[in-house]
Nanobody, 119 residues
Framework: QVQLVESGGGLVQAGGSLRLSCAAS????????IGWFRQAPGKERELVAS????????YYANSVKGRFTISRENAKNTVSLQMNSLRPDDTAVYHC????????????WGQGTQVTVSS
């Protein structure tokens, strides 16, 4: 059974940093793309960042480009999201998710971790 467990969320002041982690089990981790999504109350879910199976290619939403960095350690089945220069509009529940390279559809979601940025 595939499981994704996020951690690292919390309350931080604007301008601060947080590092989110996602630990995966029950899958051949290195075969999957990993995505970080976020959803704020009343807003649609947004793909924040993604990374391909080897870790060479990354994607960032315009709203986080230059502030967030996604990385992965395939040997440890983990992916991280380093978030710097946080803003109040980064406040959301952040989820990690996976998709195979052959499909654009993400599936299997973690429970999420709350990030709250105060002004």
């Amino acid at each position: 059974q595939v499981q994704l467990v996020e951690s690292g969320g919390g309350l931080v002041q604007a301008g601060g940093s947080l590092r989110l982690s996602c630990a995966a089990s029950g899958l051949t981790f290195s075969s999957y793309y990993i995505g970080w999504f976020r959803q704020a109350p009343g807003k649609e879910r947004e793909l924040v960042a993604s990374i391909n199976s080897s870790g060479i290619r990354t994607y960032y939403a315009n709203s986080v480009k230059g502030r967030f960095t996604i990385s992965r350690e395939n040997a440890k089945n983990t992916v991280s999201l380093q978030m710097n220069s946080l803003r109040p509009d980064d406040t959301a529940v952040y989820h990690c998710t996976i998709r195979p390279a052959s499909s654009p559809n993400y599936h299997t979601w973690g429970q999420g971790t709350q990030v709250t940025v105060s002004s």
